[in-house]
């Protein structure tokens, strides 16, 4: 956790009930969508028992308000077709079990005095706009401009599916003006050029919003909550600032249509991202949402990289906001809140902020997995077992795979040594931590040392794992978890030259390179970009050269906005669709990766590799014909993210309790 331990009534303020309209809510703490990732609530019934399994494991940690997903149905012509996330025709609120799903939903949380609202989501572009002035330099598909026909439709969209969130018995309902929304499409000086009622002024940019919100009050009544989440400021200058943002929100709030404003920042492509990874500080838009709660009088909620309640309790108690929003710290520990009324602080799974929650869903089309806790969404089997048999596990490396695997077993009972051949457990972790804004990763390295010494694991560091050695243990299982080295790509002249550089041997400082450094990129996500991060912070001239068509491909849109922003801002260049043929002294040759061309980059002083890994699996290769028992995981398979290190020891560990 962070650097301070709290008692218990550190946190007092966050357990304070908040009079929210007609909504009488028992803590500052509320969460904002986040499971459709998950477990989609309106998806299959698989689905929604996966999203209640979830929640069931949350409702008791002292949330207070709940809000689940909402797209509303797009109205087109016959036959087009939307592309896009978040395109689609039908939306939840039409679907024949839309309200029997949020019935049951509530009634869960209801059991544990947790509020339930719906947010209510139109993405604009997909086709509706505003006008034909788009929010995105990263996307260029021709919007329709939506006519006074289709306001007038889309407005009875939302009166009829409040009439269904009313209906299903919800608590609260938040329209969603935000993140690309059709609704800040119109309230937005940049995405808004229109010369009717709706565009220009203030007042008419508002319109549409107003329209809508007027058609659901009056659908509803005074019982239910009804709140805005807008964007406290835009992220280009032609749009609204932080004065523009607040008097839309007073404008919204002068009607007497609304009971709050939840404020936060950011787009689903840009920097920051809405879901904001890392490289932000925590909290940190938390003055500006203080703007709000000083210019406004209806309560004030915040999100926007909440990650703990260290966070959560300093913005409540500065007076920056009402309530917060709290997402990944909920996917991380599901008893966040619990571990804080009870002063366990540092008991609590910290999140590192790398957003493969989301990315993996929605941009890789893989399984849902959280980097830290792989219980994560398994919450439908119940909890983790104590196994019927006690084995023993010896775990071969301390990098983040063995480490969590040997956590899981020592929970399930088993007997487990961890031997990790160097001096202390992270492996490749324990680098990329050194890189900046990447100490989240070092916090969760302390939180998991800290969970294996309290489990009572046996520790041994500086212990090399030989074939002997291991044969002579008397273990049931052995899992070798050796990792990876950086690669020397074959195919590059001169790669092997002791003058070039590896990434590891940079970031750990046992190399330092000349001013003017090449890094040569053969890898599709972070290490790179965050190896150039570390160099330019350095004051070094830093080119990245990839040989794909784009950088860090398989980040995703959700994090890329922030290390391209911060590197471009430190002067980094980006060389693509080049591939490194021969690295020579003070000169690099290149080949286009389409056109076959050569050509020559000069004024090299260092060529540092970021080439991804190669698997250590040469102990396991010898000992799985040697003994029975021998598994495989983390980079000594394959190398990749810490997400896959980490659920695949728990899918390891599963075994080990058969």
Known sequence: ????????????????????????????????????????????????????????????????????????????????????????????????????????????AHKHGVKVGCQMTMIGNHPNAASRRLSSPAFNTAPHIMTREDIARTVDEYRWSARQAKEAGLDAIEVHANHDDILQYFFSPLTNERDDEYGGSLENRCRFTVEMLRAMRDEVGPDMAIGVRMNMAEHAPEGYDLHGGLAIARHLQDTGLVDFIHAVMGTPWGNPSYVQPHFYKTGQWADMAGSFKQGLTVPVIHTGLVKDPVVAARIIGAGQADMVGIARGFIADADILTKAKQGRVADIRPCVGC??????????????????????????????????????????????????????????????ALWEATGALGGQLAVAARAPDHGRYGEYLDWQRARLA?????????????VENVLAETA?????????????????????????????????????????????AMDDGLPPLALADFLSARGHEVTLIYGTSAPAQTMGRYIVGAPFGKLDAQGVKFRIMEQVMRIEPGVVTVRHSYSLVERTITDVDSVVLSCGGVAQSALYDTLKDKR???????????????????????????????
Request: net charge positive; glycine share 10%.
């Open 476 to 520: 049931d299982m052995v899992a070798v978890a050796t990792g990876a080295v950086g690669r020397r790509p074959s195919e590059i002249a001169g790669a092997q030259d002791a003058r070039v550089l590896e990434a590891q041997d940079v970031l750990m400082e046992r190399a330092v390179p000349g001013k003017r450094v090449l890094v040569v």
């Open 628 to 658: 029975p028992g021998v598994h495989i995981l983390g980079d000594a398979y394959a190398p990749r993210k810490l997400t896959f290190a980490t659920r695949q020891a728990f899918a390891l560990a599963k075994i080990l309790n058969v």
């Open 355 to 416: 957003n493969d929650c989301i990315s993996r869903r929605y941009n890789e089309n893989l399984p849902f997995g959280c980097a830290v806790n792989p219980h994560t969404v398994n919450e439908i089997d119940g909890p983790w077992p104590v196994a019927a048999v006690k084995k023993r596990l010896l775990v071969v490396g301390g990098g983040p795979a063995g480490m969590e695997l040997a956590a899981l077993a020592r929970e399930s009972g088993h007997d487990v």
């Open 454 to 466: 309290r489990l009572g694991v046996d520790i041994r560091l500086n212990r090399t794992a030989t």
């Open 1 to 108: 956790m962070n650097d301070t331990v709290f008692a218990g009534s550190h946190f007092d303020a966050l357990f304070e009930p908040l009079q929210i309209g007609p909504m009488a809510v028992k803590s500052r703490v509320m969460s904002p969508p986040h499971f459709s990732a998950i477990g989609n609530l309106w998806g299959s019934d698989k689905d929604a028992e996966k999203t209640l399994a979830y929640w069931n494991r949350r409702f008791e940690s002292g949330v207070g308000l709940i809000i689940v997903t909402g797209r509303l149905a797009h109205h087109f012509i016959p036959g087009f077709e939307p592309t896009g996330m978040s395109a689609d025709t039908l939306g939840f609120f039409r679907l024949p079990y839309w309200k029997d799903r949020a019935r049951a939903f509530r009634d869960a």
